[in-house]
């Protein structure tokens, strides 16, 4: 029984980490870009996965954690691309071509 308990206290650790990370990364984005996006407003989203971090942290209640964790990978699956794309990110971190490196583009100087 103490092995389970262990492994439950992992998967609670990790709804937390994920939950909070979600948070720091609404947090984050411009409100304009939540409307750009057609998603719902920052306000929003803040409070939502702020109160998953609540309850992961305050609420030992499963079934709690587990709607905190779909808002989170909702969060994570839907809206966050979205965001990104409209914020300019399109997919890659600095928006750059594919074949560009850390110093310009990988074309020979050409």
């Given amino acids: 029984m103490q092995g389970f308990a262990g ?34 407003g920052k306000g929003f989203w803040l409070i939502i996965l702020g109160i998953a971090v609540a309850v992961n942290l305050l609420v030992p209640m499963l079934f709690l954690q587990l709607a905190g964790l779909v808002a989170s990978i909702v969060f994570f699956v839907d809206v966050r691309p979205a965001l990104r794309q409209v914020s300019g990110g399109g997919g890659r971190r600095g928006g750059g071509s594919s074949s560009d490196g850390p110093y310009g583009p990988w074309n020979g100087g050409r």
């Avoid at 650790?13 to 719902?40: H, T």
């Fill in 7 to 40: 492994l439950m206290w992992l998967l609670y650790l990790a709804m937390l980490a994920f939950a909070v990370v979600a948070f720091v990364m609404a947090a984050f984005f411009r409100e304009d870009a939540y409307r750009a996006a057609d998603k719902q």
